[in-house]
């Protein structure tokens, strides 16, 4: 399986998400907790939410629409009632 997550982040004065996907979602979380991860470091990250493929392609398609279109991206976090 491979997997497209959001990540909440907090810095100090910001609330920012971090899109990501990877074949091993509870690996890639150990990663991001450790601090092993430059863009989530020392900014607490959370997983808030996460889907499944069955194929690597289609996970990089979605994680790529999200990050490449407003739309897609403000669709998936009122879907998740994040604005």
């Not at 808030?48 to 194929?55: D, G, K, S």
């Not at 996970?59 to 879907?79: C, Q």
């Amino acid at each position: 399986m491979y997997y497209v997550y959001l990540l909440r982040l907090e810095g100090i004065k910001n609330k920012d998400f971090y899109i990501g996907c990877t074949s091993d979602l509870k690996e890639r979380m150990k990663q991001h907790l450790a601090g092993e991860t430059k863009t989530t470091k020392d900014k607490n990250p959370t997983l808030i939410y996460y889907e499944a493929y069955n194929n690597k392609y289609l996970a990089l398609k979605r994680e790529k629409g999200i990050k490449g279109s407003g739309s897609v991206y403000m669709a998936l976090m009122k879907r998740l009632g994040l604005k």
